[in-house]
């Protein structure tokens, strides 16, 4: 054999070895995180979980806060002959289009 047949056979010899240790390694790691990814998809669900409870914690007093104010606001005499008024529009303006279409046709 000639040197150049050693260097060759050498090469291969010492690729192949790094990259059988490579694969044990990566190996090793896909498995390490494949036992972790219960426990960091459990994590993560918890976590998104807490979020929605949160946010729909968040909602709910929004909404009874604006309950409460529209509430107040019917008590309120000024608003509530407002209101009483903008009814009475409304329903003249339903009578009148009443009429309207009515004379159109």
Same mark, same amino acid.
């Given at each position: @054999? ?5 260097? !060759? ?12 240790? /490579?694969? *044990? +390694?990566?190996? &090793? ?9 219960? +426990?960091?998809?459990? $994590? &993560?669900?918890?976590?998104? %979980?807490?979020?929605? /409870?949160?946010?729909?914690? $968040? @909602? +709910? ?16 005499? %000024?608003?509530?002959?407002? !209101?009483?008024?903008?009814? *009475?529009? $409304?329903?003249?303006? +339903? /009578?009148?289009? %009443?009429? @309207?279409?009515?004379? @159109? %046709?």
């Amino acid at each position: @054999m000639t040197n150049s047949d050693y260097l !060759l056979k050498a090469a291969i010899k010492k690729v192949t070895e790094k990259l059988s240790e /490579i694969l *044990v +390694e990566k190996i &090793e790691e896909a498995t390490n995180i494949a036992q972790d990814a219960p +426990e960091i998809l459990k $994590k &993560e669900f918890n976590s998104l %979980k807490e979020s929605i /409870i949160e946010e729909a914690s $968040k @909602m +709910e007093k929004s909404e009874n806060f604006q309950e409460k104010t529209t509430e107040d606001n019917y008590q309120n005499p %000024k608003i509530k002959k407002a !209101l009483n008024e903008i009814e *009475v529009i $409304k329903n003249q303006i +339903e /009578i009148f289009n %009443k009429k @309207m279409n009515n004379q @159109m %046709k």
